[in-house]
């Protein structure tokens, strides 16, 4: 099993993670952070890096109900999505939250997470 879904998209950095916001509100996720590795590696550790971004995606009701079922789920949130500029074009890939659940023993958050997989799923496809 693969632990992320991914896509390659047409256009630059910006154009790219701005549809991919907007593909993550379409499927009901905001984005609660934005990390520019490139930049932060520049600044903590002067290293060289490609466009990398992860931006945090959250669904607050979907959230809401993992953190019920499971506490400490929190470790694993937000959702991840990166957005990184490769040799040949722009990739945007999300976590696959299926395949990151797995080390937790209950049913009920595994039922959860395959809707969430599903959602971001589906905004992913709306970029490709």
């Given amino acids: 099993m693969t632990y992320y879904i991914a896509t390659r998209v047409d256009g630059g950095m910006a154009d790219a993670i701005a549809r991919t916001e907007e593909a993550l509100q379409a499927e009901g996720f905001g984005v609660i952070t934005r990390i520019d590795i490139a930049e932060t590696l520049k600044k903590k550790i002067g290293a060289d890096f490609r466009p990398y971004v992860i931006l945090g995606a959250c669904n607050p009701n979907l959230a809401h109900q993992a953190l019920l079922l499971e506490d400490k789920v929190g470790t694993m949130l937000p959702c991840n999505v990166i957005v990184q500029q490769l040799d040949d074009g722009v990739e945007v890939a999300a976590i696959d939250p ?28 709306r970029l490709g």
């Fill in 98 to 125: 299926v395949a990151s659940m797995q080390a937790i023993d209950n049913p009920d958050l595994h039922k959860a997470a395959e809707e969430v997989r599903g959602m971001l799923a589906a905004a992913i496809a």
